[in-house]
């Protein structure tokens, strides 16, 4: 009988992961993708909660889309860590859920059923895009100071998202944003388990961003900010609701003349996920030759997710910027993904324990806050002698967090890198595919509602 450290050290089952996931090759062990898994997990655990609360605005039923949420995300992760191999979790993207309830639906008065079934249709061209070279050629054509601008933008946005969550930042206005209060509860537990993090991160304590969380909780509960849930254990809710509805209203998509939003919510999905992938795959160290290995089946991944949430019953998928919080605590395979996967799929059985954990962003906030340092680490390969290289990756980078967009950053980065090397008479070098993006950005920003 194996036992568990004969596991982790590499014993026969050991063995059989190691091959299915190149474990030793990567780098890592079966002990450090699971915490890794963990970590990915309890950061962007949330969006379970989140996700359906923010439709539920829209009409939609709050327990059909909590449990669409769940099945389009571990679909997507599934198939991320199975095939692709990657520590990336595909989930419903935060922003496209707003632009979904508040926008598509709220706004201009569009049935929700009509609304996910412009969702589907983006998602059927996004799949199709998907299994053609379009998207692996895109990937190839972004050059490489945009590739690290994309990376160190993401890397500044989840930290302020972080610091936010922490309560550090606050709105202001006549600043915009400004220093909150020092002495809130929250935020001293915030502060607090951010500096526990740290000093295990500086010691080279294996798991740091975990246990940060776990101490971070664990305080929470002590000083009476977190509280546990009577019951922590319920059956899934029925996701009768929302199955099927936008199969069913594509006809009254087209009848009403939806396509800017279908085209809306294919070009924030397309550059959201991709700009995440390649920013996660370079904090990983993946990427090779500025493209990284089994690229179809990663890009495949949100597609099929997107697809299916919105047949389910949820907004589209996106890879997780989240999942960064993972490769920073060693996660380097799909066997992430898959501890992930896991995990999501329990949440429909502990749905009042996730909830307690979603609502307390101090657990979280600090391993957000540092995984934003470790992704500005490719700043250093930007050619900031040369200045248009250095522009379009600095506004990049820029405007992510001041956005709020990862979509807008790689739009303002799209938009001036052709236009700066065309004035430098440099205009050979550009991709046919970056001034192709260049002109849909310009035409999206000008006409097509936010």
């Known amino acids: 009988m194996m036992d568990r450290d004969d596991f982790y050290a590499g014993g026969k089952g050991g063995r059989i992961v190691d091959r299915l996931f190149g474990l030793k090759e990567r780098g890592t062990t079966v002990r450090t993708e699971i915490l890794a898994g963990m970590t990915t997990f309890l950061t962007m655990a949330y969006i379970v909660v989140v996700n359906p609360a923010i439709l539920e605005q829209a009409g939609m039923d709050f327990g059909a889309v909590f449990v669409a949420t769940v099945f389009a995300s571990v679909i997507g992760t599934l198939i991320m860590g199975l095939f692709a191999n990657y520590p990336i979790a595909i989930a419903p993207g935060m922003g496209l859920n707003a632009y979904f ?3 598509v639906v709220g706004q201009t008065g569009v049935r929700w059923e009509t609304a996910l079934g412009a969702v589907l249709v983006a998602g059927v061209i996004f799949l199709l895009l998907s299994v053609t070279p379009f998207r692996e050629g895109l990937i190839r054509a972004i050059p490489e100071s945009l590739k690290h601008g994309i990376t160190a933008g993401i890397g500044l946005f989840i930290a302020f998202i972080g610091l936010k969550s922490a309560g550090v930042i606050v709105g202001d206005e006549v600043n915009l944003v400004g220093l909150g209060d020092m002495h809130e509860p929250m935020t001293l ?12 991160m500086t010691l080279g ?16 509960w002590v000083f009476d900010l977190f509280q546990l849930p009577d019951r922590w254990v319920t059956m899934p809710p029925s996701l009768a609701p929302t199955l099927g509805k936008a199969v069913v209203a594509i006809p009254d998509v087209f ?6 939003v279908i085209f809306a919510f ?3 999905t397309l550059f959201d996920t991709t700009g995440t992938m390649i920013g996660v795959a370079e904090q990983a160290k993946l990427m090779k030759n500025g493209t990284f290995p089994r690229m179809r089946s990663a890009l495949l991944a949100d597609a099929v997710g997107m697809t299916a949430g919105a047949a389910m019953g949820t907004s589209p998928t996106s890879a997780y910027i989240e999942s960064s919080s993972g490769v920073a605590a060693g996660g380097r395979t799909g066997l992430t993904a898959v501890v992930v996967s896991i995990l999501l799929l329990l949440t429909l059985f502990f749905a009042p324990l996730v909830q307690a954990i979603a609502a307390l962003p101090a657990i979280t906030a600090p391993t957000l806050i540092i995984v934003g340092c470790f992704m500005l680490g490719g700043l250093k390969k930007v050619a900031w002698d040369d200045f248009d290289e250095a522009f379009p990756a600095f506004i990049t980078m820029l405007s992510m967090p001041l956005t709020f967009s990862i979509a807008t950053g790689i739009a303002f980065g799209f938009i001036t890198y052709p236009l700066l090397k065309l004035v ?20 999206q920003l000008a006409f097509l509602p936010e």
């Not at 009848?255 to 800017?260: E, F, K, M, P, V």
């Not at 192709?436 to 035409?443: E, K, P, R």
């Open 101 to 103: 309830a508040f926008s």
């Open 266 to 268: 294919l070009l924030v």
């Open 189 to 200: 537990l915030s502060l607090a388990g951010l500096f526990v993090t740290l000093i295990l």
């Open 255 to 260: 009848s009403q003349g939806l396509y800017a």
């Open 424 to 443: 430098r008479g440099r205009f050979r070098e550009i991709h046919p595919l970056m001034y192709l993006f260049m002109i849909l950005f310009i035409l």
């Open 205 to 220: 304590v294996r798991g740091a961003l975990f246990f940060g969380m776990v101490f971070t909780a664990f305080f929470g």
